[in-house]
């Protein structure tokens, strides 16, 4: 009590205030400039950068061409919170593999924790054991050798019934190729999953479809996420607190039924007409939360990404008439005349497709950026210091078109440049991500991509309606976070009709 009395009462408090300042002071300073933050554009108070990327070109080409100004690892604050954009291979290797510990975990945002049942899930999930043991329960049961037999047997049937319906359609009639696509890509994963599509069904009002494109939405960026401290406040005026939950509901309203159609079952009881899905193999294992949140990364992972980048890989095709000749003559040599469907043993053998559809993610990566990315300890990437909290922005679409990296006409669509190629490009195009956090399901996508295109091709020729060329098809694009066309893939098929 008295050493107490003696430093609030006496001199020394202030005395050693004054004496101390100073040297507190100089090693503030000294820390401070000690550490090498990236360069960045100018900020203005309270928004940050955020009035520079609102513009109409789109977020990736705003932040592309800034970066072309400030360095392949620039700064910019969306409201308060600081985000780090990387568009170069280079730093993409410190981001995704020197450094991918640090940098692995998920931003946190309100609606991502809502709609991820609580982050039970994979994709939304922070760095940690539960994301681990997910991701595996993901990888061994949903993208494992059992289910990729079922998978690919419903796709054959399935696209069956497709090439079927489209040869009934009568002669000049325009296909929207980008709702034929969905629709089967839908009907695949879902009868995958959980053994039936549920097309057409309502749940609370919203078909799957609908619940799945606002899930997409809500999962975005929101006021909250960038400032912190009074976001919460906008994003309940501007109702998005309310949109997020109602979403939830219905995603919750869906997803119980699908558990509610699965009574337990055990592989003795499985059939040929009535397999076992995900939902049966999983559901003993994991909590109801736990699997609801798996299917939403299955919906959220597989549907629109998997068909924007097919509708693109068409679009360059059709859009080159040498490529889509060239492409034609290797399918239609690799499966032989007049057959009834395209196996996946043909596809095997197609090079030259592997190349197209390679060449299609470099050009038109659906998802323009990776998954947001957050620092969790110090490091340095590009020689600058990144601090814990720093949100990562790494851009796919503008690493694959980086004309250091492609140096022959990188934005022309040639698959030819694979011809010669060692080995994979690894970070020098990174459509499915990297490290930790990558896209687990890229065999899937790429064998799903090569086998629709497979299809439609040896079947059919494809022009655009109206007398417009061929190369004349609009590529506009929009969009975040998936790129895409601005205008519907619209176009007329005609029988391939054998010569021999
Ligand atoms: C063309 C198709 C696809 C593309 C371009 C794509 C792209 C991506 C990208 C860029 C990421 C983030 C990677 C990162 O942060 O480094 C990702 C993550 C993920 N993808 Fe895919 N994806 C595709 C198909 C699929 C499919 C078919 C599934 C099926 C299960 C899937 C499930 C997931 C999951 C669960 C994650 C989160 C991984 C994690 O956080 O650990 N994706 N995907």
Redesign the pocket.
Known sequence: MEILSFFSNSWFLPISLLVFLPYIFIYTIRRKSSIKLPPGPQRLPIIGNLHQVLGSEGIHQTLWNLSQKYGPAMLVRFGSQPFLIISSSEMAVEV?KTHDQKL?T?PYTESGKRLSFNHM?????PHGDH?RDM?KV?VSE??GAKRIRLYKNVMESEMESLTRSISLHSLNTTINLEDVILSLVYDV?CKTTFGKSYKGEKFNGRTLKEIVDETLVTTGASFSAIFPTFGWILDELTGWNRRVEKCFTDLDCFLQRVLDDHPDRNETKSTDDQPMDFIDDCKSRLTSDELKALVM??L???LD??T??TVWAISEIVRNPRIMLKLQNEIRSCVGSRKSSVNESDVAKMTYLKMVVKET?RLH???A?????ECTSPCQIGGFDVLPGTKLM?T?WGIGRDPRIWKENPTEFRPERFENMEGDKNFEM?????????????N???S??EFVIANLLYFFNWKIPGGVKNEDLDMKLYGFPFLRRTTPLCLVPTKHIWQD
Not at 121 to 125: H, I, R
Not at 430 to 442: L, Q, S, V, Y
Request: net charge positive; with cysteine; charged share 15%.
């Open positions: 995704l692995c998920r899930d994979v994709a939304f999930a994301w991701r993901l949903f993208l994963v990364n299955v959220e992972g597989a990404t998997s924007i980048t993610l990566p659906p998802a950026f990776l998954m947001g990315r790494v796919a990174i459509p499915f991500g990297g490290g930790r956090r990558a896209c687990p399901g890229t899937m996508a790429t799903t991509i």
